[in-house]
């Protein structure tokens, strides 16, 4: 079935350190893609999306590209902050409703 | 900014008792859904549910899960007989056009004794 890998945290960086949190999936179709990033004692909110190969989304900064010959959808950030720090979710939907999300990776940030 | 907020934060009950877990979704939204996310591990999809009905549900929501929506605001999701392997974090979810836009609630910690 659809599966999410991303990689294990905690990851602790630096402020303005550069970011890359990957993901990999596996699906039988053509998913759509998402970050989804959950603050301390908040829910999960929607980061950014991707619904085709080749698209980019992007929202605070943070970028991910939709990357079909490498089935890979990877979180960057040029420059992190503090603020920043949170758990991000890798996840996919394929044409029926129900989202698959990856373990989630918890990021700490450094002042 | 429209939320969806759930109720209570925290629930604790003992093996055997039932629950009922509480959602208010966005106002105009239209698909529900109910996830779980057991410490450490996945969050995971349960079920699915639009114009009063079921529309998909995973292996893991057996005969003892139910939802309901009993008012025009509220989405509950009831576990009959709880079982200690049922202690998890419950996310309630809703969007008005289908999976791209889930709007998340803030979780119910359940903890079964």
């Given at each position: 079935?659809?599966?999410?890998?991303?990689?294990?945290?905690?990851?602790?960086?630096?402020?303005?350190?550069?970011?890359?949190?990957?993901?990999?999936?596996?699906?039988?179709?053509?998913?759509?893609?998402?970050?989804?990033?959950?603050?301390?004692?908040?829910?999960?909110?929607?980061?950014?999306?991707?619904?085709?190969?080749?698209?980019?989304?992007?929202?605070?900064?943070?970028?991910?590209?939709?990357?079909?010959?490498?089935?890979?959808?990877?979180?960057?950030?040029?420059?992190?902050?503090?603020?920043?720090?949170?758990?991000?979710?890798?996840?996919?939907?394929?044409?029926?409703?129900?989202?698959?999300?990856?373990?989630?990776?918890?990021?700490?940030?450094?002042? | 900014?429209?939320?969806?907020?759930?109720?209570?934060?925290?629930?604790?009950?003992?093996?055997?008792?039932?629950?009922?877990?509480?959602?208010?979704?966005?106002?105009?939204?239209?698909?529900?859904?109910?996830?779980?996310?057991?410490?450490?591990?996945?969050?995971?999809?349960?079920?699915?549910?639009?114009?009063?009905?079921?529309?998909?549900?995973?292996?893991?929501?057996?005969?003892?899960?139910?939802?309901?929506r009993p008012d025009g605001s509220n989405f509950t999701l009831k576990i009959r007989s709880t079982k200690?392997?049922?202690?998890?974090?419950?996310?309630?979810?809703?969007?008005?056009?289908?999976?791209?836009?889930?709007?998340?609630?803030?979780?119910?910690?359940?903890?079964?004794?």
């Amino acid at each position: 079935g659809d599966s999410v890998t991303q990689m294990e945290g905690p990851v602790t960086l630096s402020e303005e350190a550069f970011l890359t949190i990957n993901c990999t999936y596996t699906a039988t179709g053509y998913p759509s893609l998402f970050w989804y990033v959950q603050y301390p004692g908040e829910g999960l909110q929607l980061l950014l999306k991707a619904t085709k190969a080749d698209d980019k989304g992007s929202n605070k900064g943070f970028e991910a590209t939709y990357r079909k010959e490498t089935t890979s959808f990877h979180l960057e950030k040029g420059s992190v902050q503090v603020s920043d720090s949170a758990v991000y979710f890798c996840a996919l939907s394929e044409e029926d409703d129900k989202i698959i999300f990856g373990k989630g990776t918890r990021l700490h940030i450094l002042p | 900014e429209p939320e969806v907020t759930q109720t209570p934060s925290h629930q604790v009950t003992q093996m055997g008792q039932e629950v009922i877990l509480r959602c208010v979704p966005i106002s105009n939204h239209l698909y529900f859904y109910w996830y779980r996310q057991i410490l450490g591990q996945k969050v995971e999809f349960l079920v699915s549910f639009y114009n009063n009905e079921i529309s998909e549900k995973s292996e893991i929501f057996d005969d003892q899960f139910s939802v309901e929506r009993p008012d025009g605001s509220n989405f509950t999701l009831k576990i009959r007989s709880t079982k200690l392997e049922d202690s998890a974090m419950y996310f309630c979810a809703s969007s008005s056009q289908g999976v791209y836009e889930q709007y998340f609630g803030p979780g119910t910690r359940l903890t079964v004794t």
